[in-house]
């Protein structure tokens, strides 16, 4: 199973526009790429999900390059309920065993 | 439209107590469910998932265990808590080879 190396945390302020990027240099042809949302004492919110080039939604855009061996979570405008840890994962592409690896994800801090 | 529910909500149960947490999915068939452990500050870890009735796959030795009885129920359990057994757990679903989708969580203390 890939496994995914992101920052462990990043700053911004309200209004910008955020990017978190995922390495996972050992993506399987089949493998799909997730981005979860997690706020304290909450399970994990699915954002967004993409395969190869760009995906777009009402929340987040996904950017994945041709090698598919990175990606970069674009979150437009954040506000402060957007502070959050961010979990970048690799996987479902097996019919039974689509089991996900999450990693310690990356604490996005929203300052006003 | 399919929801996801954890019971209890929160649980504090001394050390060599039993536990069993319930998940219950509405509005899908025959969902993969599984069973995650999130310790503070941590990312969350896989214990168990399922792919039908009856059948369980474990990704980490530990005391506990995890049963499906019915389709859409997933119940993870053990018969003698350990402290290291205290986490926020939680159940999520996904059909095969697609997003899973997670549950509010169980946030279990054990004293």
């Known amino acids: 199973l890939a496994k995914t190396t992101q920052p462990i945390s990043m700053d911004s302020y309200e209004g910008q526009e955020v990017n978190i990027t995922c390495s996972h240099n050992n993506i399987a042809t089949n493998d799909y790429i997730t981005w979860y949302q997690q706020f304290p004492s909450q399970g994990p919110r699915f954002i967004i999900q993409?395969?190869?080039t760009k995906v777009t939604n009402e929340v987040a855009s996904l950017f994945i390059p041709a090698d598919r061996k990175s990606s970069t979570l674009s979150l437009p405008r954040v506000s402060l309920s957007d502070t959050a840890v961010y979990y970048c994962?690799?996987?479902?592409?097996?019919?039974?065993?689509?089991?996900?690896?999450f990693g310690t994800g990356t604490r996005l801090q929203v300052f006003p | 439209s399919q929801t996801i529910h954890q019971w209890p909500a929160t649980l504090v149960q001394p050390v060599g107590s039993p536990l069993s947490l319930e998940c219950t999915v509405e509005?899908?068939?025959?969902?993969?469910l599984y069973w995650y452990r999130q310790a503070a500050g941590r990312g969350l870890q896989l214990l168990f998932y399922s792919v039908g009735i009856g059948q369980i796959s474990s990704e980490v030795p530990q005391n506990l265990s995890a049963s499906r009885p019915q389709d859409r129920q997933f119940i993870l359990s053990s018969k003698k808590l350990l402290l290291s057994d205290s986490g926020f757990y939680l159940c999520?679903?996904?059909?095969?080879?697609?997003?899973?989708?997670f549950g509010p969580g169980t946030r279990l203390l054990v004293l």
């Open positions: 993409g395969y190869k």
């Open positions: 994962l690799v996987g479902g592409s097996s019919y039974n065993t689509d089991k996900l690896i």
């Open positions: 509005g899908t068939s025959n969902p993969n």
């Open positions: 999520a679903w996904s059909v095969q080879g697609q997003t899973q989708y």
